[in-house]
């Protein structure tokens, strides 16, 4: 088991930034695969990066590429999600999440994923 606890969102202009950070606590955090997804009012839910065990590669979604970068301390059993230049469509709920592969995949659907964070919301305005 592992419980995943988000923080960091909040209320932020279009064109500001947010540092979002997933604490993990349960199994050894090292030797999951993490992610982040976000979900909006009345939408699925959608990926948004992940991470490999070691931090040494990372998949982004084409809507966030070279605005965001996911991160990772397996020294702090965290990981973050550092998010730059930020837009009104970026408002959601973010959540983080983990997978146990050994083998990094290109891991988007959220079924892939079994444990979860409960959210953090961030707004952004125009």
């Known amino acids: 088991q592992v419980q995943l606890v988000e923080s960091g969102g909040g209320l932020v202009q279009a064109g500001g930034s947010l540092k979002l950070s997933c604490a993990a606590s349960?199994?050894?955090?090292?030797?999951?695969?993490m992610g982040w997804f976000r979900q909006a009012p009345g939408k699925e839910r959608e990926f948004v990066a992940s991470?490999?065990?070691?931090?040494?590669?990372?998949r982004y979604a084409d809507s966030v590429k070279g605005r965001f970068t996911i991160s990772r301390d397996n020294a702090k059993n965290t990981v973050y999600l550092q998010m730059n230049s930020l837009k009104p469509e970026d408002t959601a709920v973010y959540y983080c999440?983990?997978?146990?592969?050994?083998?990094?995949?290109?891991?988007?659907?959220?079924?892939?994923?079994?444990?979860w964070g409960q959210g953090t919301q961030v707004t952004v305005s125009a």
């Open positions: 999440a983990a997978l146990s592969d050994p083998f990094y995949k290109d891991y988007r659907g959220p079924g892939a994923y079994k444990y």
């Open positions: 991470i490999n065990q070691s931090g040494g590669s990372t």
């Open positions: 349960g199994r050894t955090f090292s030797n999951y695969i």
